[in-house]
């Protein structure tokens, strides 16, 4: 039974085949509350200690809330829709899988849902270990170090990235978001690794959504 994760859960051609956004936000709302259930049925598998099941449980219901309202108030298009459910169930496997490491992701601040003008938009990720282990920038998937989608071809700059090991984490990236217009959407992941004596023991992904301003 392998977790669902976001590239095996896109609603399909649906959104090659709808002009009209109403109908996909209403479509890709249901969706979100319908995938929910899959997750909150892995806690179930899990039977986790009673605070960390009621801790992620909490986090899947509130990211549909979320997800639900950033669908309905922020995303105006199709693509914009789209970007905004992935990102809600990046979100949603994030609460699953529990989050054990400290990890925080904050765009003027503001962590998970934020805003942001075009432009440069400095992110700053900040993370610590437990018992005395170390973290590093991690690895999205394969060779491919973060996660991003968009609505303006936003990327992360990836030269001079630290490659060391911090006892405290506290770096900054630069989200390339030149292109962008207000009512873009920007969804990120920042996967970091716990480390120790150079060996990975865990990895965790904090995925941002921001809203161009």
Known sequence: MAMPTDDSMRIGDESERTTDVNSYQRTCMDFIEDISHDY???VDYYKLPEDEDKRRREGIRATITKTNTWIAKVATSIPAIDVVMNDGIQKMAESTAGKPLQIGVFVN???????????VIDVNVKASGREGR???LGYHFKDDRFRIESTCGAYLDETDLPQED?????IHLKLHAENAKQRDVISFTVT????ENDVEMEKRGLSTIIHIV
Do not use: N
């Open 40 to 42: 909150e049925a892995w």
């Open 109 to 119: 601040k503001t962590p998970s849902y934020t805003e942001a003008k075009p432009g």
């Open 134 to 136: 170390k973290v590093r």
């Open 166 to 170: 911090f006892d405290l984490m506290d």
């Open 192 to 195: 970091i690794y716990e480390i």
